[in-house]
Nanobody, 123 residues
Framework: EVQLQASGGGLVQAGGSLRLSCAAS????????IAWFRQAPGKEHEGISC????????YYVDSVKGRFTISSDNAEKTVYLQMNSLKPEDTAVYYC????????????????WGHGTLVTVSS
């Protein structure tokens, strides 16, 4: 059974940092792409970053580029999202998702989703 468990959310002041973790199990981790999405109150899911665990290729949307870093520990089967210089508009529930053939930041590209972790950035 594929399982993804996101953790690491919390309350942080603007300008602060958080590191989210996505622990994976139930599939061949190295063969999958894993993405981070977020959903702000009243808004749709927004894909923000993804990583190909096979070759390490990463992608970021413009709104987080230069502030967020995605990385993967294949031995631990965990993907991280280091978030620096956080802004109030980063407040959202953050989800990780995985797929064997998917790539990018579209919701439909990923078959497997974990429960979210809430990030709140105060001004």
């Amino acid at each position: 059974e594929v399982q993804l468990q996101a953790s690491g959310g919390g309350l942080v002041q603007a300008g602060g940092s958080l590191r989210l973790s996505c622990a994976a199990s139930g599939f061949t981790f190295d063969d999958y792409a894993i993405a981070w999405f977020r959903q702000a109150p009243g808004k749709e899911h927004e894909g923000i970053s993804c990583i190909n665990n096979d070759d390490g290729t990463t992608y970021y949307v413009d709104s987080v580029k230069g502030r967020f870093t995605i990385s993967s520990d294949n031995a631990e089967k965990t993907v991280y999202l280091q978030m620096n210089s956080l802004k109030p508009e980063d407040t959202a529930v953050y989800y990780c998702a995985a797929d064997f053939t998917g790539w990018g930041t579209l919701v439909g590209a990923y078959d497997y989703w974990g429960h979210g972790t809430l990030v709140t950035v105060s001004s």
